[in-house]
């Protein structure tokens, strides 16, 4: 096995140009699995690890660029009002997995149950991909194509993801047989924006890829509207919306049965995400009323 090792990202666009069969790795936290498991022996691996364009994070007015390199540690570390993908980051692996680990990674794995992959989903994420001759955005949901499959062309690379920054409440939840370092049976991520009075809720571990419930989120947006909690965040949802919306929620849930967990399982499992989630949200706009 061969490892090409660029020092800049315009050198390493122009090995994979070149030599488009190389398998990046930065992190290595998925792909040193296959390999040490021998389900995976690339020829050539091109090692995007040393890198600095990749590592880096910044605000182009309402939206946020995440680096492709930049790890979870660094995610928890840096961007803490992020709050859904710092939730997210905090539940992948171990100290070490999230030292080594990157936004990167879990985009180019493209696992149904990459953790940061439903927040990304949540803020109609943009891709950033690139080879030598062009870089271009890629919508989530146009990247993500099945389990482990993307838009990626095999002369590209992953730069990043870019997204509008959604200010009001965030959060994501996962569930799994222990409560840590454990890869999801499912998980959600909820987000509600005052600015559009739109809602956004996606799931990961129920589908070939993740997913959005776009009837849950209509529906739910409409409910805060006629409860006028929009405007108020103290009011109250009645019990028939908060179940009303778990109901739409599983409804979107396309799961399988495999070695995790049965369908039933995973989708009784987003329903009581879907009800923690719009309850957590729910306080933390009542708090913030308070605050404020």
Not at 198 to 220: K, N
Request: aromatic share 4%.
């Amino acid at each position: 096995m061969d490892v090409l090792l660029p020092r800049t990202l315009a050198e390493a666009l122009q090995m994979k140009a070149e030599r488009p069969e190389a398998v990046p790795i930065a992190g290595g936290t998925d792909l040193m699995v296959l390999m040490n498991a021998d389900a995976l022996r690339p020829e050539l691996l091109l090692d995007l690890a040393r890198l600095p364009e990749l590592g880096l994070w910044r605000r182009e007015g309402e939206e946020l660029v995440v680096g492709a390199g930049v790890t979870y540690t660094r995610i928890l570390r840096e961007l803490p009002e992020m709050r859904a993908l710092a939730q997210a980051s905090r539940s992948v692996g171990s100290p070490q997995i999230r030292n080594r680990g990157t936004l990167g990674g879990n985009l180019g794995t493209a696992s149904p149950a990459g953790d940061a992959l439903p927040v990304l989903a949540v803020h109609d994420a943009r891709v950033v991909l690139a080879s030598a001759e062009r870089e271009r955005e890629v919508p989530w949901d146009a990247f993500l194509l099945g389990v482990k499959r993307t838009a990626l062309e095999p002369s590209e690379l992953i730069l990043g993801a870019r997204w509008r920054v959604v200010t009001g409440p965030q959060s994501f939840m996962k569930i799994g047989p222990r409560n840590a370092m454990v890869i999801s049976v499912a998980s959600l991520c909820l987000a509600l924006d005052p600015a559009t009075r739109t809602v956004r809720v996606a799931m990961g571990s129920v589908a070939p890829t993740v997913i959005r419930a776009p009837d849950a989120e209509d529906f739910l947006a409409e409910a805060l509207g006629r409860a006028g909690a929009w405007d108020d965040p103290q009011a109250s949802l009645a019990p028939q919306d908060v179940e009303g919306f778990a109901e739409r929620v599983a409804t979107a849930a396309r799961p399988i049965d495999d070695l995790r967990g049965s369908a039933a399982y995973r989708a009784h499992a987003v329903r009581v995400l879907a009800r923690r989630a719009l309850a957590r949200a729910s306080d933390e706009m009542a708090e913030e009323a308070l605050a404020s």
